[in-house]
């Protein structure tokens, strides 16, 4: 009895305990960090403290700076997520629905995707100049093999045993994708479009740095040649905060779509 | 004519050199419940999933004798099949768009009793519930020929005891022609009219049961059964 007390009584206590604990590290290196600033252990010039990244991020956005390049970044992530995983998943999707395209274009894209798709930005700076559509593009080639791969291993790995229940039942073509060749790739599907976040954001800052006159990556290189810390330190700051934000909304649309994975009951 | 609803004539199939049929002759009249035996590979399932036009014969034909061929064959596998990502009832309706066939799902859910489980999702089902629940989509468009290879395989004894009654009782009322192939020859003598022998690629015998049979009927009937698959002179013993 006493122990059955106990027991439920640390559950009740490790719920908030659970809740707060991956915030810990974030905020005690914060708070060492502000402490170690403010005694003047860390010069401005090597790293400026939070409060003064802060101030600076608040200057900023009542400048309009901040929100504009913030948009600017965001309108090109997402247009060239769009286009270039919107062409990853078409590729998919014939690739692993038919032979013929499979075996015409699965070793060419193979053979593309081995390229690091940073190494293209010269040329494409040569041929698009420093304009929208050559960072969209980046975007677009480094979010599309991803995507595709899952894609394609998703579609080619649904059940055989379920497309022939499915046939047996004389479902058509197209409920056979829709009922059981999508949802049973599309877990897969997921995990590409995560990947292809990371390397959006990756393609992105380093474009932005390279060649741009607005965005983040452009905020960032643009302060440093001013000597401006505080703004540098925001910049990566905002992409951290991007970045979780953008795996957040992966994994809620990943809760949502794939609700029935988790009512699994124990194989035990 | 006769009243034979299927009719496989001189079937022979082969996966390259592998004889899987050799000369199988079968006409099965219109209510029976067959029950297939043999030893595992001995070409059962491959029977099956011709008559359930899964596969083609090598040479040879099966026909089957009905006025409306759609929707006609049901198969039932081994493995309940069911797609995870749909609740029970759609598992039922997922091939139509109808707005009648949720009611009749739901009919067929109650019937298995299931009724409760609509909404769950397959993968919160026991083995036996997940395989009542491929039972009832079996049923949904009416089938006149249900044929079951192996469904209660995985099953424990008592689950699949009672799974054995739902199938009979099923099969009568609807007036189901049903072949239900089974290693298992007291489930074999207990559920079928007919018991057909599959041995060396072929139908090496058959036998009626007797209406009404009781344990000791069912025992006798097993033991023969099983010493015709195992050549042996049929004695009661622990063989099985
Ligand atoms: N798709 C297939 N390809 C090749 N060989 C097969 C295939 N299906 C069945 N066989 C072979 O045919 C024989 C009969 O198999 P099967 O009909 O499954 O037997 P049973 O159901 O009686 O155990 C076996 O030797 C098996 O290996
Ligand atoms: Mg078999």
Redesign the interface.
């Known amino acids: 009895m006493q122990k059955a007390v106990s027991l439920s009584e640390r559950k009740k206590f490790s719920v908030p305990v659970n809740k707060i604990l991956p915030f810990l590290i974030p905020i005690i290196v914060i708070l060492a960090w502000q402490v170690s600033s403010s005694l003047g252990w860390l010069s401005s010039s090597i790293l400026p403290s939070p409060l003064a990244v802060l101030q600076d991020g608040i200057t900023l956005t009542a400048s309009g700076e901040l929100p504009k390049n913030l948009s600017v970044s965001l309108y090109r992530a997402t247009v060239g997520l769009l286009i270039g995983g919107g062409i990853g998943f078409l590729l998919g999707f014939i690739n692993g629905m038919s032979n013929t395209c499979r075996m015409l274009f699965d070793s060419s894209i193979q053979m593309f995707r081995n390229i690091p798709h940073l190494a293209l930005i010269p040329l494409i700076i040569l041929w698009l100049g420093i304009n929208e559509s050559a960072k969209i593009s980046l975007v677009a080639i480094g979010t599309m093999f991803p995507v595709y791969i899952n894609t394609f291993h998703g579609i080619r790995s649904v059940d055989p045993?379920?497309l022939?229940?499915g046939?047996?039942?004389?479902?058509s073509k197209k409920?056979l994708f829709f009922?059981?060749i999508f949802?049973?790739a599309?877990p897969q599907i997921l995990v590409g479009i995560r990947y292809a976040l990371g390397v959006m954001w990756t393609t992105l800052i380093v474009a932005e740095t390279i060649s741009a006159n607005s965005g983040i990556g452009y905020m960032a290189n643009n302060a440093e040649d001013f000597m401006d810390m505080e703004t540098v330190i925001l910049c990566i700051v905002v992409y951290a905060i991007l970045g979780k934000i953008s795996d957040l909304v992966a994994k809620s649309f990943e809760s949502i779509l794939l609700d029935?994975?988790k009512?699994?009951?124990s194989k035990a | 004519m006769s009243n034979s609803i299927i009719n496989v004539k001189n079937v022979n199939k082969k996966y390259d050199d592998l004889v899987a049929l050799h000369d199988v002759n079968l006409s099965i009249d219109r209510g029976q419940f067959i029950a297939l035996v043999g030893m595992s590979g001995g070409g059962k399932s491959t029977l099956l999933r011709l008559i359930?036009n899964?596969e083609q014969p090598t040479s040879g034909s099966v026909e089957i004798n009905s006025s409306d061929s759609?929707?006609l064959t049901?198969?039932m596998?081994q493995?309940d099949?069911l797609?995870?990502?749909?609740s029970v009832l759609d598992n039922l309706s997922?091939?139509s768009k109808d707005k009648k066939t949720k009611k009749h799902a739901q009919e067929l859910l109650d019937l298995v009793e299931l009724g409760d489980y609509a909404d769950?999702?397959s993968?919160?089902l026991s083995g036996g519930q997940k395989q009542r629940v491929a039972l009832a989509?079996a049923l949904m468009t009416n089938p006149k020929i249900l044929l079951l290879d192996e469904p209660l395989g995985a099953l424990d004894a008592l689950t699949r005891h009672k799974m054995q009654d739902l199938i009979l009782d099923i099969c009568k009322k609807q007036d189901l022609t049903t072949i239900l192939v089974t290693h298992d020859v007291e489930e074999a003598a207990r559920m079928a009219d007919r018991i057909i022998v599959m041995k060396d690629s072929t139908n090496s015998y058959e036998e009626d049961c007797p209406k009404n049979r009781n344990a000791g009927q069912i025992g006798v009937v097993a033991d023969r059964v099983l010493g015709e698959i195992l050549d042996e002179k049929p004695v009661r013993k622990q063989l099985a």
């Open positions: 045993d379920l022939e229940m046939k047996s039942y004389e479902l409920q009922k059981i949802p049973s599309l029935w994975q009512t699994g009951r | 359930a899964l759609k929707s049901r198969f596998f493995e099949r797609l995870p990502w749909m997922f091939s769950h999702f993968n919160q989509r």
